[in-house]
Each structure stands twice: as structure tokens, then as C-alpha cells.
């Protein structure tokens, strides 16, 4: 309840300072005093009323009153002698968005996932499902969408590293954050335009005080019978300067299914970042490097030569290959490599006001081994080298009831292709050049009522190189629509260069609102627009990463999302609920679909096309936390999503099932911090489905038989049980040891993945132990 409380006085200091640059935290409003020191606030609630007075170089002021009427205060300012205050100010200015409920990892959850993926990790949020190929390249789905539809922002970098591929992992360490966040929608506007998926933003470990010290985990998986080691250091000091440094070692050998080997399905991953910062009073400056090598196996039966080999494996359930455990990695496999250096200023005109200037680059080498015959087989058939410069201003100012963020990113990317594979590439040479500009504010219309609303522009073009075999080219009708991109005769190919340039346009509105009893309302809308990638464009050819044709589509249009999200947030004494309704209406669709095959030199593979079309998302997630006692707790999540394609009133391929977990966790501090947790999975089937079978001829006792290739039923239904164990052991007096103890899939369980594209040759992994030892010190 308001009234006309208020609270004014004077900030007084010994030493002759402009006292026009002081801000008083009051509630929820800011307010900046005169030349003369003197301040004051209206409109105030009764009741407990924080404060918070801060200056650069001088101790901030924090203090608590329990307010019943109007009330006059001075204040002291005292000089500060370190940098720490100024330094937790600068992180805490650093939002996101107000109207969106953001959901998180930290630092112990993280841990767990050490050595597995990001898009394992991030599971732990309701309605983030993952995309497979295999178990060792997993990239994150949110509220059904993936790839380019879900930038991933590694400390402030937008990921540029071929993210197009469905069998394409985002090239990161997930030992290299601190804290990972997840932004359902595209209203996240200062990092990006297209994410009408959603983003997931990584932070890295920021030192905050005068200190030295590390931390290394041991991981040791018996699926795979290998592991992985991370060390880290973090340093800071009183003079203003800190860094960091990380390295992660992983080495694992094929995996294995309940029934038999996956064979070649090891993985090799080594990567090292690290930053050097320096603060000052009035900026800070760092630079930041980080280098990631990833070496995959890719099942052996995922490769077929012919449509025997697809319809069998399908049908047969049994992979074409099975070999003794190995840790050597043939092909087909992938070998990636990723580089990130990055150079950022910051300068502070006060500390609610500041402008940030960055310039990144990053290299993103990609090479694909498929199987080939004598010396060809050392040598990639796919060989793509993607380097990407940015440079970014940002400004921040907060005022009163208002903040305000804007500002510019500039970029240009050029892919090579390199011809010497001898293989037609599947993506081709590009120069591409984009362009966005943004403005976000929010405004506290009281304590328990904000609304934020942003605005983007994004310019986009792309120029390609490509050869088209002039039968394709006539095939998908381009000889009259694009006859202007042929720029080369070539005998049967034509030389093209196709040229496409795009302007979107991006809004977010929405507001947050407290209500009593520990009662929050979040509600957003957003439009966004997404333009065809490289490979939705120019795809044409054999991808040998997975064993499919993919054709792209010069005619695909730009994708047109609209996104209504509530989020409804409830906290009772022991028990919290958070549920997020939401409906994603896109325009011109893109996916990637099933529609035949086709019979090259190598053999008959099965053909996948890009589509378009009209598309409605439907869906909610749901967590829950209850403790039960101070020692016992249960965790629920549920995701839920229903995607039609409401041009052809079909479902859409891809969609994940109804997902629920139940965890039930046991906590006894005493007892060295002793955490036992039991967790349930269960993925239903998906039931919602278009039917993209296709007929065709095999070969059966000598003669040609017609078939129904089912690459469209979902695996049946399945349900999986967790175990996971802690203990911390005070080793040194300033060390700490902690020693988990895990098993995933206790029951051993045979199950296929929907959403793993090579269900269709081999069962997911069985169960595995796991040991991990993480040191404090």
C-alpha cells in the first residue's frame, strides 16, 4: 500500500566532491542528489525500506528502516580504499530481461555435467530437451527449436561455429562457465535478433577480491571406460589486476548400448581459455582466448551403402555393425576446432552509467571423414574453414525508475570450402555481412511493478560461390527464377553466384508483477525474424557425418516468429511452483525432411530436403521444488509440446515428447555434507507425428521386393532411473575434496531416442558408473 512517505536529506563528505553524481538505492526507485548533496524520495510504502548509497571511490552505504512516516536521513561518505564494491556494481548491471523469468545452472550443477555436454546439462531446465547424433554431439532444443534458432553466448560472444548441422555440438567447454543461462524466446534483443528459439548465455568465473585459488575435477566413466580431467586458477588483487586460466582433458572409447558395443563412438575433447583483466576507477579493460578441440567417432552402422542396409536396420533393430571395445576412432568421424579471442573496454562515467566497447574473432575449422577407399580415406571429405570478426558498442544508463540499454554490432564472416576433398561441398564458399542495432529500457512504475519493451534492426547479406550439376540445378526449377546468379558454363555444371540480403525487424514487450503472498506474473510477447542459414540455402550434396543427402532451397523465405510467454511463480513456506505457459506461431517454417533416395557412386542414400511452411507451437513447462523436511527435498519438472504444421493441418517432425522428471534428494550437512539423490526420467512416445514413409525396392532372394521405409514411427515410450551421491572431506585446512559417486540408467535399459537421428541404426547407451573428484583448494 503507498502513501505520500518520504524520505529526504543530505550526503555529506570531508572532501570537496560534485555530489551530483551520487545515487540513493531507495526501494525500488533510484534518485540522484543536487550539486549540494541533497536528495529526496516520494511516493514511498510503509514498511521495511532498504538503501543503498554509493559513489565510485567511496564506501557504499547500505541500511535498512522500517518506514511509517515521512523521514529526513543524512549520510557519510568515507573514501574506499579497495575495488571490490566497484566491481560487484559493474556485474550487477549486467541484465537481461525483466518480463522473462530466466532460469539457471551454477557453479555445482554444472559440475555434475563435467564430463558430459552442454546440451546434457542444460536438461536440468524444464522444456530443454536435446537434439543427438550419437551421445557424444548433443545440442540443446527449447520449446522445440534448435540450431540457429538458439544462439549460444560464450561471455558475451555470439557462437559462430557452423551451428546449422543438427550433428553439429556447440563447440564449448561447459567447465568454462560459472553460470549458464537460459532465455525462453527472443526477447533477449542486445545479443541477438533471430532467437525466436531462445538463448543460452554462458558467464565465466569473475574474481572479486584479493585472492588465489583453483580447482581441479577427475571424471572416470565406466561406459567408455575413460574420463576427463579440468584444472583452473583464478587470481585477483587489490592493484586491480585478475586472471584466469582453464584446461580440460577428455579421452573415452566406444560406448556401449544394454546388448552390445556402439561401435566407434569415442570422443577426444582438449580445450584451454583464459582472460586477463584490469580495473581502474573510472574502466576496465580485458582480453580473453579460448581454444577447443573435439575429436567424434560416429557409429559405424550409421553409415549405410545401400537401402538394404537402412530398411534392415530399421527393421531389424540390430546394428549392421558390431565390433570389440576400442578406444581407436575411425571414420566416418569429426574433427573440430574451435578459437575465440576477444578484446573488451569499459568505461564508466558513473556507476549507473557506462559505454562498452568489444571486438571478438573467432575461427571455426570443421573437417568430416566419411569412408573412402585407399588414400582417400585419410583424407576429409568435408573441409570447411569459418572465420568471424565482430565488433560491438554498447551503452547503459540507469536513472530513477528507468533503465536503458542500446547499441550496435557489426560483422562479417567468410567461409571457405576447400576443394581439395574431391568431393562436391556440401556448403559452399560465402562472404556474409550483417549489421544490428538495439534499444531496450525497462521502468519501475513501483516496487512491484516493471515493464521493459525493445526494439532491433538487423541487415543481413550473403554472397556464395557454387557449382550446381546442371540436372539438379533444372530439377529444382531455378533455371527461370535465378538464371541472373549464373555467372559460369562448366559443361554440366553451372557456376552461380547466388546473392540474398534481408531486413528484420525484432520487438519485445512485456512486465513483471509481484503480487502478495509470494506471487509473480511474468508475461512477454515478441516478434523476431530469422533468415535462412547456409545450409537450409545451399545445401546439395552427401553431409558424411551422418550418411544423408541434404538439399538446401534458394527459394526459402526468412522465418516470422511470434511468441506469447507467462510465466507464474508461487512460493509457499517449503514448497515453490513455477509454471510457463506459451504459444510460438512462425511463418514460413523451415525443416528438414525426409523424401527418399537416391543412388550415387558410393551407393543409395536416403535423401532429406528443406521444407517450409506455416507452424504452430504449443506447449508448457512446469518445476517444482518441496522440502519436505530440512533434510529430505523433491524436485518435479514437466515439458510439453505440441508443433503442427497449420499450413498442411499435420504435425511437425522433431518435436519433443512429453518429458517429466521426478527427483527426490537426501541432505545432511552434518554428516560431511552427504547429498543422496534418486531421479526419475521418463519419456513418453511421441505420438504427434507426420508420415514421411516412402516405398522402395529391395533386394530379397535374388529378386527386387517393394517396401514401406519407416523413418517416421517414434521409438516406443521409456523410463529411466538416476542415481547420484556427494561427500566433501576437509583434506588441507584451506582444501576441500569432494567425491561423487553416480549411475545412470540403474536398470540397465534398452530404449531408442526420438530425437537421436541415429535411432534408426543402434539403441542408446546402457548403464554407467561414475566417479568423480573434484579439489578445492
Given amino acids: 500500500m503507498y502513501s505520500q512517505n518520504s524520505i529526504s536529506g543530505k550526503i555529506i563528505c570531508q572532501e570537496p566532491i ?48 522500517d518506514l511509517k512516516s515521512n523521514l529526513k536521513l543524512d549520510f557519510k561518505l568515507k573514501p574506499n580504499t579497495t575495488l571490490l564494491q566497484e566491481v560487484i556494481i559493474q556485474q550487477k548491471a549486467n541484465n537481461s530481461t525483466k518480463s522473462v523469468a530466466e532460469q539457471q545452472l551454477k557453479t555445482e550443477t554444472i559440475e555434475k555435467y563435467s564430463n558430459q555436454t552442454l546440451g546434457d546439462a542444460l536438461k536440468e531446465i524444464a522444456g530443454v530437451s536435446s537434439l543427438k547424433t550419437g551421445n557424444a554431439v548433443v545440442k540443446p532444443i527449447i520449446n522445440g527449436l534448435y540450431g540457429s534458432r538458439v544462439p549460444v553466448i560464450n561471455n558475451n ?11 553439429h555440438a556447440p563447440n564449448i567447454d561447459v567447465n568454462a562457465a560459472a553460470k549458464i543461462t537460459v532465455i525462453k524466446g527472443s526477447s ?30 577427475i571424471n572416470y566413466d565406466t561406459n567408455g571406460k575413460g574420463g576427463s580431467v579440468t584444472s583452473s586458477i583464478h587470481k585477483g588483487n587489490n592493484l586491480g589486476f585478475s586472471w584466469n586460466a582453464l584446461g580440460t582433458f577428455k579421452y573415452m572409447g566406444d560406448k556401449e548400448a544394454p ?10 575433447n582438449a580445450n584451454f581459455t583464459g582472460d586477463i583483466k584490469y580495473t581502474a576507477k573510472k574502466y576496465n579493460t580485458a582480453v580473453f582466448y579460448s581454444y577447443y578441440k573435439s575429436l567424434i567417432g560416429i557409429l559405424s552402422a550409421s553409415h549405410t551403402g545401400n537401402v538394404n542396409d537402412l530398411y534392415h536396420s530399421i527393421t531389424d533393430k540390430v546394428p549392421s555393425i558390431v565390433n570389440d571395445f576400442t578406444y581407436t576412432i575411425k571414420n566416418p568421424k569429426q574433427d573440430v576446432e574451435h578459437q575465440i579471442a576477444k578484446f573488451n573496454f569499459n568505461y564508466y562515467f558513473n556507476e549507473l552509467e557506462f559505454i562498452s566497447f568489444q571486438y571478438d574473432f573467432q575461427q571455426n575449422k570443421r573437417l568430416e571423414y566419411d569412408v573412402r577407399r585407399g588414400n582417400y580415406n585419410n583424407l576429409a571429405a568435408l573441409d570447411l574453414n569459418l572465420k568471424t570478426n565482430s565488433l560491438s558498442i554498447d551503452y547503459t544508463k540507469n536513472e530513477h525508475d528507468w533503465n536503458f540499454k542500446s547499441g550496435i554490432r557489426a560483422m562479417t564472416q567468410n567461409n571457405y570450402a576447400n576443394p581439395a576433398t574431391g568431393i562436391r561441398p556440401l556448403i559452399p564458399n560465402y562472404d556474409k555481412i550483417d549489421l544490428g542495432v538495439y534499444a531496450i529500457a525497462s521502468h519501475h512504475f513501483s516496487n512491484t511493478f516493471t515493464m521493459d519493451s525493445g526494439l532491433r534492426y538487423d541487415f543481413s547479406k550473403i554472397d556464395a560461390t557454387k557449382f550446381y550439376q546442371k540436372s539438379r ?55 523476431a525474424s530469422r533468415n535462412p542459414n547456409p545450409s537450409e540455402l545451399f545445401s546439395d550434396g552427401l553431409h558424411h557425418s551422418t550418411g544423408v543427402i541434404e538439399l538446401g532451397d534458394l527459394n526459402l523465405n526468412k522465418e516470422q516468429s511470434t511468441k506469447l510467454s507467462v510465466t507464474i511463480q508461487k512460493k509457499y513456506n517449503r514448497f515453490s511452483i513455477d509454471v510457463n505457459p506459451y504459444i510460438n506461431s512462425i511463418r514460413d517454417y523451415i525443416f528438414l525432411k525426409p523424401v527418399g533416395f537416391e543412388t550415387t557412386i558410393r551407393g543409395a542414400f536416403p535423401v532429406w530436403e528443406y521444407h517450409q511452411t506455416n507452424a504452430r507451437l ?24 505440441n508443433g503442427e504444421d497449420s499450413s498442411n493441418n499435420e504435425p ?48 530379397q532372394d535374388g529378386a527386387f521386393v517393394s517396401v514401406v521405409v519407416d523413418v517416421s514411427t517414434p521409438p516406443p515410450a521409456y523410463h529411466l532411473l538416476h542415481f547420484y551421491s556427494e561427500m566433501k572431506i576437509q583434506t588441507f585446512a584451506k582444501a576441500t575434496t569432494t567425491v ?20 534408426f541404426f543402434a539403441d542408446d547407451i546402457g548403464r554407467s558408473f561414475q566417479i568423480q573428484l573434484k579439489f578445492n583448494y
Fill in 188 to 217: 533477449g534483443l542486445q545479443y541477438s535478433g533471430d532467437a525466436i528459439g531462445g538463448l543460452v548465455i554462458l558467464e565465466p568465473f569473475n574474481v572479486k577480491k584479493d585472492t588465489l585459488f583453483g580447482k581441479t575435477i
Fill in 652 to 699: 511437425l517432425i522433431d518435436m519433443p515428447p512429453l518429458n517429466i522428471n521426478n527427483k527426490i534428494r537426501f541432505s545432511k550437512k552434518e554428516w560431511k555434507d552427504l547429498i543422496l539423490e534418486l531421479k526419475s526420467e521418463i519419456v513418453f512416445k511421441q505420438n504427434q507425428y507426420p508420415d514421411n514413409n516412402f516405398n522402395t525396392n529391395i533386394i
Fill in 18 to 65: 560534485s555530489f551530483s553524481g551520487i545515487h540513493i538505492h531507495i526501494d525500488e526507485k533510484i534518485i540522484r542528489s543536487d550539486d549540494s548533496g541533497n536528495y529526496s524520495a516520494a511516493s514511498l510504502p510503509f514498511g521495511t525500506i532498504k538503501i543503498n548509497v554509493s559513489f565510485i571511490g567511496y564506501q557504499p552505504i547500505d541500511t535498512i528502516v
Fill in 157 to 167: 560472444v555470439k557462437l559462430e561455429d557452423q551451428e546449422w548441422g543438427s550433428e
Fill in 473 to 527: 540445378w533444372e530439377e529444382r526449377g531455378y533455371d527461370s527464377e535465378f538464371s541472373d546468379f549464373i555467372v559460369g558454363d562448366y559443361g554440366t555444371q553451372w557456376l552461380t553466384k547466388p546473392s540474398f540480403t534481408y531486413h528484420n525487424i525484432s520487438v519485445s514487450i512485456g512486465f513483471h508483477k509481484e503480487f502478495d503472498d509470494n506471487l509473480q506474473l511474468f508475461t512477454n510477447i515478441s516478434i
Fill in 740 to 759: 561423487v559417486f553416480a549411475i545412470q540408467n540403474i536398470l540397465n535399459v534398452s530404449y531408442r531416442d526420438y530425437l537421436n537421428r541415429q535411432r
Fill in 618 to 641: 504449443i506447449g508448457v513447462d512446469v518445476q517444482t521444488h518441496w522440502d519436505i523436511t530440512k533434510q529430505w527435498q523433491h524436485l518435479f519438472s514437466l515439458g510439453y509440446v
Fill in 259 to 268: 546388448d552390445y558395443v556402439l561401435s566407434n563412438t569415442g570422443n577426444r
